[in-house]
């Protein structure tokens, strides 16, 4: 385990990931969870936060994909195991005392479909993370301009420059968004948790005066 609990190979992620998804750990899930009795790991993969959050609460992890939750099983995440589409959740309503998704809304056909899913069977909130972009700005550009198929950044910053307003318009009250690692701060040199968490507090200056397109990630929260 690492700094905050989460798995060594957690750290085969790069590195602007890692960082990224510490800070929405910290600051917009861990808080909530000591209220918690049953939380939903949306997309949920192999069950890295689950691992994480099974400590405080009861998790449910949803995957449709098997192989991925054959993995979670094999790695002996505690945590009960469903295969089913994020677009029809198998549950009933207000089940959950929260609903987490880190990092899969882009690859969901319908993500209108799928947060209204989340919502109805979220019971007190409902927090969503994603990576906006890659490792700077120009980084960004270059991956876009080489390689058209890297939709999922376009497809990222289009969910989240309408995010809040889907969110409101399904009956979330609340609502929080904001970014994740400003595009100033070079990713080389967050080598030790230190370096992190003084990188965390200039982001929550500069992220204060920019608009979430230029963050390299994002947080939101809703309240149901």
């Given at each position: 385990?690492?700094?905050?609990?989460?798995?060594?190979?957690?750290?085969?992620?790069?590195?602007?990931?890692?960082?990224?998804?510490?800070?929405?750990?910290?600051?917009?899930?861990?808080?909530?969870?000591?209220?918690?009795?049953?939380?939903?790991?949306?997309?949920s993969?192999?069950?890295?936060y689950?691992?994480?959050?099974?400590?405080?609460?009861?998790?449910?992890?949803?995957?449709?994909?098997?192989?991925?939750?054959?993995?979670a099983?094999r790695?002996?995440?505690?945590?009960?195991?469903?295969?089913?589409?994020?677009?029809?959740?198998?549950?009933r309503?207000?089940?959950?005392?929260?609903?987490?998704?880190?990092r899969?809304?882009?690859?969901?056909?319908?993500?209108?479909?799928?947060i209204?899913?989340?919502?109805?069977?979220a019971?007190?909130?409902?927090?969503?993370?994603?990576?906006?972009?890659?490792?700077?700005?120009?980084?960004?550009k270059?991956?876009i301009k080489?390689?058209?198929?890297?939709?999922?950044?376009?497809?990222?910053?289009?969910?989240?420059?309408?995010?809040?307003?889907?969110?409101?318009s399904?009956?979330?009250?609340?609502?929080?968004?904001?970014?994740?690692?400003?595009?100033?701060?070079?990713?080389?040199?967050?080598?030790?948790?230190?370096?992190?968490?003084?990188?965390?507090?200039?982001?929550?200056?500069?992220?204060?005066?920019?608009?979430?397109?230029?963050?390299?990630?994002?947080?939101c929260?809703?309240?149901?």
């Amino acid at each position: 385990m690492n700094h905050i609990g989460l798995p060594i190979n957690y750290r085969s992620l790069p590195l602007y990931v890692q960082y990224a998804e510490k800070i929405a750990l910290m600051t917009s899930l861990l808080p909530y969870l000591d209220n918690a009795k049953l939380c939903l790991d949306l997309a949920s993969g192999w069950g890295r936060y689950a691992t994480i959050i099974s400590k405080y609460c009861e998790v449910i992890c949803v995957d449709r994909s098997v192989e991925m939750l054959m993995e979670a099983k094999r790695r002996n995440v505690h945590a009960l195991l469903v295969v089913a589409d994020a677009h029809y959740l198998p549950f009933r309503n207000k089940v959950f005392d929260y609903v987490y998704c880190v990092r899969a809304l882009k690859y969901f056909d319908n993500p209108f479909k799928a947060i209204k899913e989340i919502i109805r069977v979220a019971k007190k909130g409902v927090i969503i993370f994603d990576i906006l972009i890659g490792p700077s700005l120009k980084s960004c550009k270059k991956i876009i301009k080489r390689n058209p198929y890297n939709w999922w950044i376009l497809r990222s910053l289009k969910i989240a420059q309408h995010l809040p307003r889907m969110l409101k318009s399904l009956g979330c009250k609340s609502i929080s968004m904001r970014g994740l690692l400003s595009p100033v701060i070079p990713m080389k040199i967050l080598k030790s948790f230190t370096l992190i968490k003084l990188a965390y507090l200039i982001d929550l200056t500069l992220l204060k005066l920019l608009p979430i397109q230029f963050a390299r990630a994002y947080v939101c929260k809703a309240e149901v």
